[in-house]
């Protein structure tokens, strides 16, 4: 399987986006040992809520359309965003739903997967009119029981963020009064709400983590020519939003040249590395990245993607390496940070010329991975490091004071801090979701070598196939 799932590349091959999922599902389900009717049950969206419900704005009444798809209940709760946009259909919330099975499947995380929709332009809305429209989209949610810590766990997505979760909490909250977990009915929340710390970043540090571990694989990179680790890797970003920005800070940090960034507005490259930080102060007082010191403005903004490289993180939009500029990539490594950035026909033209893709299904998990996180939080009631983040800090104390007893020797102040630290939330977190990328790449890449392909999606989908289908075999449903 070649073909990459995104709504536009399936509507211009005149089939529908969950039909385009259906199809890669297929070519994957190829190479697995399951019987028919286990590959069509994974394949179901196990059930659709379509709602419409009245909201006064201003002095009229309005109807508002809006979704909610369950995937898959092979593992509950289910989980995925809620969009609001005006593109919000059925299907494409059906196929969102389907590919948050295979992507929680991939990271196991061991949920069903799910999305929700509400078909507005949030923009047309006051604060007031989105609060009333969410509230009444949460407690239609729970009428149906399609909602819960137990059932169904939303998440921001396109136009949504950590406030609208906060009122479907409460709203969940005020609607089962006493029900203790209440606050693991929905994820992405601010930390004062029940969030977890290090949720802004995940996705961004996810992406970073998956590359970071290719890079570090020598035989992967044997066959790109390519030294291992990320040191000194050239990397382009395409957006510095909140994933693009999060995956160079990161990569920036591990000691990578980010040599191209590109924004809506156009380009930059530097050959000798660009100083991230100083680039956005640099946005944020012109408005613009273009014209930063040192580097080579690009003006129509996709040739940046262009330009020599050995790491290629598309991080805005869906589509933009195509048929069209396929051939004129110069990374050896794709990234894909975005949903969907690469047509079916740019992988076609990649693979055949020796790229690595690590494609979106895995790569930018990350976000759903510390949602994951964060609902355990809310379950254990419990902040993550504080039983034991003074034991261990009392631990490593005694250590280092019998070694340097032993030794006769003293470690530096800097080096004394460093080695007591006992792990806060935020270290807790990162240290589970890079767990999660490294194990997954490797369990993808153990696919790749045993069923002798170089397509890593494929592979992918094959690892989220076999696992699904293990777990609807040992459900004992099809007796
Ligand atoms: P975002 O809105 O924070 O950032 C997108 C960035 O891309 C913005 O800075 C925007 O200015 C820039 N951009 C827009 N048009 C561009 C263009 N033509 N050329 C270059 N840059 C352009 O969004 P995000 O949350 O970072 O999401 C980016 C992608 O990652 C999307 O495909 C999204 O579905 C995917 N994703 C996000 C998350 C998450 O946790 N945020 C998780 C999984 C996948």
């Given at each position: 399987?070649?073909?990459?799932?995104?709504?536009?590349?399936?509507?211009?091959?005149?089939?529908?986006?969950?039909?385009?999922?259906?199809?890669?599902?297929?070519?994957?389900?190829?190479?697995?040992?399951?019987?028919?009717?286990?590959?069509?049950?994974?394949?179901?969206?196990?059930?659709?809520?379509?709602?419409?419900?009245?909201?006064?704005?201003?002095?009229?009444?309005?109807?508002?359309?809006?979704?909610?798809?369950?995937?898959?209940?092979?593992?509950?709760?289910?989980?995925?965003?809620?969009?609001?946009?005006?593109?919000?259909?059925?299907?494409?919330?059906?196929?969102?739903?389907?590919?948050?099975?295979?992507?929680?499947?991939?990271?196991?995380?061991?949920?069903?997967?799910?999305?929700?929709?509400?078909?507005?332009?949030?923009?047309?809305?006051?604060?007031?009119?989105?609060?009333?429209?969410?509230?009444?989209?949460?407690?239609?949610?729970?009428?149906?029981?399609?909602?819960?810590?137990?059932?169904?766990?939303?998440?921001?997505?396109?136009?949504?963020?950590?406030?609208?979760?906060?009122?479907?909490?409460?709203?969940?909250?005020?609607?089962?009064?006493?029900?203790?977990?209440?606050?693991?009915?929905?994820?992405?929340?601010?930390?004062?709400?029940?969030?977890v710390r290090g949720r802004t970043e995940a996705?961004?540090?996810?992406?970073?983590?998956?590359?970071?571990?290719?890079?570090?694989?020598?035989?992967?990179?044997?066959?790109?020519?390519?030294?291992?680790?990320?040191?000194?890797?050239?990397?382009?970003?395409?957006?510095?939003?909140?994933?693009?920005?999060?995956?160079?800070?990161?990569?920036?940090?591990?000691?990578?040249?980010?040599?191209?960034?590109?924004?809506?507005?156009?380009?930059?490259?530097?050959?000798?590395?660009?100083?991230?930080?100083?680039?956005?102060?640099?946005?944020?007082?012109?408005?613009?990245?273009?014209?930063?010191?040192?580097?080579?403005?690009?003006?129509?903004?996709?040739?940046?993607?262009?330009?020599?490289?050995?790491?290629?993180?598309?991080?805005?939009?869906?589509?933009?390496?195509?048929?069209?500029?396929?051939?004129?990539?110069?990374?050896?490594?794709?990234?894909?940070?975005?949903?969907?950035?690469?047509?079916?026909?740019?992988?076609?033209?990649?693979?055949?010329?020796?790229?690595?893709?690590?494609?979106?299904?895995?790569?930018?998990?990350?976000?759903?991975?510390v949602?994951?996180?964060?609902?355990?939080?809310?379950?254990?009631?419990?902040?993550?490091?504080?039983?034991?983040?003074?034991?261990?800090?009392?631990?490593?104390?005694?250590?280092?004071?019998?070694?340097?007893?032993?030794?006769?020797?003293?470690?530096?102040?800097?080096?004394?801090?460093?080695?007591?630290?006992?792990?806060?939330e935020v270290?807790?977190v990162y240290?589970?979701l890079?767990?999660?990328?490294?194990?997954?790449?490797?369990?993808?890449?153990?696919?790749?070598?045993?069923?002798?392909?170089?397509?890593?999606?494929?592979?992918?989908?094959?690892?989220?196939?076999?696992?699904?289908?293990?777990?609807?075999?040992?459900?004992?449903?099809?007796?």
């Amino acid at each position: 399987m070649s073909e990459t799932v995104t709504a536009k590349a399936a509507k211009a091959a005149h089939y529908s986006f969950f039909e385009g999922v259906e199809r890669n599902f297929d070519k994957a389900a190829t190479h697995t040992r399951f019987e028919k009717g286990i590959l069509e049950q994974i394949k179901a969206c196990n059930s659709v809520l379509r709602m419409k419900f009245p909201v006064r704005i201003g002095d009229k009444i309005e109807v508002v359309e809006a979704y909610r798809v369950q995937h898959s209940h092979h593992k509950l709760p289910c989980k995925g965003g809620i969009r609001y946009s005006m593109d919000v259909n059925q299907d494409e919330v059906m196929a969102l739903a389907a590919l948050m099975t295979y992507k929680c499947a991939i990271v196991n995380v061991p949920f069903g997967g799910a999305k929700g929709g509400i078909r507005i332009n949030p923009k047309n809305y006051t604060p007031f009119e989105l609060e009333k429209i969410t509230r009444r989209y949460a407690s239609e949610l729970v009428k149906k029981n399609f909602i819960g810590p137990g059932i169904d766990v939303p998440a921001p997505d396109y136009g949504t963020g950590a406030r609208e979760m906060s009122w479907i909490a409460d709203t969940y909250a005020s609607l089962r009064p006493g029900e203790i977990d209440a606050l693991g009915c929905v994820t992405g929340k601010p930390v004062s709400q029940g969030g977890v710390r290090g949720r802004t970043e995940a996705t961004g540090l996810g992406v970073f983590y998956g590359v970071r571990e290719l890079c570090n694989t020598a035989d992967d990179m044997k066959k790109l020519g390519l030294p291992t680790g990320v040191e000194g890797k050239k990397v382009i970003v395409q957006g510095l939003g909140n994933v693009g920005y999060h995956a160079a800070k990161f990569f920036y940090e591990a000691g990578s040249l980010i040599v191209g960034l590109a924004e809506y507005e156009g380009g930059i490259y530097n050959e000798n590395g660009l100083d991230l930080e100083a680039v956005v102060a640099h946005r944020k007082a012109t408005g613009s990245i273009l014209n930063f010191p040192g580097a080579t403005n690009i003006n129509n903004s996709l040739e940046t993607l262009e330009q020599p490289c050995d790491i290629l993180i598309p991080a805005a939009l869906e589509n933009v390496i195509n048929a069209s500029n396929a051939d004129r990539i110069q990374a050896r490594i794709i990234g894909e940070g975005a949903n969907g950035p690469l047509t079916p026909e740019a992988d076609e033209i990649l693979l055949a010329k020796g790229v690595i893709i690590v494609p979106d299904m895995y790569l930018n998990a990350g976000g759903v991975t510390v949602s994951y996180f964060e609902w355990l939080k809310n379950l254990s009631h419990v902040r993550f490091g504080r039983m034991d983040k003074r034991f261990s800090e009392n631990q490593n104390n005694a250590i280092l004071n019998s070694v340097e007893a032993l030794t006769g020797k003293k470690v530096t102040d800097i080096e004394r801090r460093q080695l007591l630290h006992g792990p806060d939330e935020v270290d807790l977190v990162y240290s589970g979701l890079e767990d999660t990328m490294i194990g997954s790449y490797h369990e993808i890449r153990e696919a790749m070598l045993k069923h002798n392909m170089t397509d890593m999606r494929t592979a992918a989908f094959i690892v989220a196939i076999d696992k699904v289908g293990v777990a609807y075999e040992e459900l004992g449903i099809f007796p």
